[in-house]
């Protein structure tokens, strides 16, 4: 347990992005017409893939910015592995079951859970109504938890840490709401347990999600995956 209790919990991030650079990143986005997955019944997105070139189009320097920012925080060299767009559209934008990501880590690299975190940027106003991200802090410390695969309403494959574990950790530890502002972002780890609830309000709750990878993680081969 040493080695989990030294994993950090969420930390907030501010002023990633300016107002205007988040409005930028917003206008592109929306302006995109391929490899967008929708929300079930609707026209609504739901994820989409940003590459690093597309975002340094839009903000030159960010890539190179943020990678320092993180590798200073976590007191390593960590680079940027992949970006996702999540929408959370207002009224229908789905509910993220609770989970670690550390079992999606695997997917593609065989490597300590350490190796793996997430910075999560808020594009609009993040709030409890509109669906924010929740954690359960300190829940690293119960190291790699049980899932189960489940299917998702988008019809994707998902881990879901099982109900038993989950009730457990809320007794030991609560749950937080995390709040943010347009621009700002939260820094965790792949093993803390996560989670948001479905966009109920009339307010759009896009972010912008990046797996950061320590340097030297071992990659599978492709035979491997």
Request: glycine share 4%; hydrophobic share 30%; aromatic share 12%.
């Amino acid at each position: 347990n040493t080695y989990f209790n030294k994993m950090e919990n969420p930390l907030i991030l501010n002023n990633l992005f300016t107002p205007k650079n988040c409005n930028n990143i917003i206008d592109y986005i929306c302006s995109k017409k391929k490899n967008i997955d929708f929300e079930p019944f609707s026209n609504s997105p739901y994820r989409s893939v940003i590459t690093k070139n597309e975002l340094s189009n839009i903000d030159d320097g960010f890539i190179y910015k943020i990678e320092k920012l993180v590798s200073k925080t976590l007191k390593n060299n960590f680079f940027v592995d992949k970006m996702t767009i999540y929408y959370k559209d207002k009224w229908v934008g789905a509910e993220e079951h609770w989970h670690q990501d550390y079992p999606y880590n695997l997917i593609n690299y065989s490597d300590e859970p350490k190796n793996f975190y997430r910075l999560f940027i808020a594009l609009d106003e993040h709030t409890e109504k509109n669906g924010c991200m929740m954690f359960i802090e300190n829940s690293h410390q119960e190291g790699i938890i049980e899932h189960e695969k489940i299917l998702s309403i988008h019809s994707y494959q998902k881990n879901r840490a099982k109900a038993h574990v989950i009730d457990a950790c809320y007794k030991k530890y609560g749950i937080k709401y995390f709040t943010l502002g347009k621009g700002s972002g939260i820094l965790f780890n792949s093993l803390i347990l996560h989670s948001s609830c479905s966009n109920q309000s009339p307010h759009p709750r896009k972010a912008l999600q990046i797996q950061f990878v320590k340097e030297n993680t071992k990659k599978k081969l492709p035979s491997e995956i």
